[in-house]
């Protein structure tokens, strides 16, 4: 009866796995960089409307000017779980995880109109995603809130709970 | 059917039930490997060039072990492959929970929506205990080839 472990089968599993996913991923249209570049993120003080491939961060009390103004369209980018416990009220719910680049929500919208992109706060990374997609789209304007949901409550500013209307 | 029997089919069924659920999660996650690799960097544990690299990798890695295992075929390397698998995942999950993260634990597929937590844990170390017992025993049923 074999009760040992062969380790050489480990080996070849693993070896197997590293071909195929190379491989899968080199011919596959959705493939993914072999080396993940970290985001960049700018201040908005550095930003220039020609800025495309950065993501400009902005604080909290840049976030309230864009809010008491009514000058940007908040956007909330986790889950439609999280929103409906808690949201910035008047924020429109675009999960990241389910963003489809031809989303109907954005149509609407023109390339020149402001959003500031949030989530949980400055662990989560979903808005920044959110927002390199946009501005793939042509939002330039795009900006993410870092301090997120989080700092926005804590500070005792507006919220709302409920589902998104969109 | 005696008891020995009875243990031995109720493994055969729980290394089935495990070898499923590591094939459909691997085949989801090479489905989408952005996603995927969202969900290793949420967790903010390994560097970030190192990410990717593992995202191309583990999900065939969990495809082929998963099939191996659902074949009954070299079930103690496979089991031991999942097992460390496993522990990883759960470790991973702990540290999250540890650090407060909200974030989706991209385990089984990468767009169920489950969130890290103690449930996470408890289905892990579930699993970890189908694997252990493959491991440990000596003699299998349902098996492609004869053990």
Redesign the interface.
Known sequence: MKTKINYSVIFWIIIASVILGITYNYFSVDGIDFLRKPTVIKNINDFEESDSTSIIGIDLAQAVNFYNTNAAVFVDARDQWDFSETHIAGAINIPEFSFEPKDSILSGFSKHQIFVLYCNGDDCDISKRLAMEFKKLGFINTFVFLGGIFEWEETGLPVEKGKSDE | MNKEKLKLYTLAILRIYLALVFIISGMDK?N????F??SI??Y?ILP??V???M???????EV??GG?LLLGI?I???S??IFSLLTIFTIAIIIAVL??????CGCTG??D?QKVGLLKIAENIFSLGIAFFC?IT??QVLTFIK?
């Open positions: 090479i989408d490997l952005h996603a690799a969202d960097e949420n903010k970030i060039y990410i990717n690299i995202a191309i990798i583990i999900p065939w890695v082929i072990s191996f070299f103690k390397e496979n031991l492959i650090k407060g993260l909200n974030i989706e990468t767009y929506g491991i000596p003699r053990q």
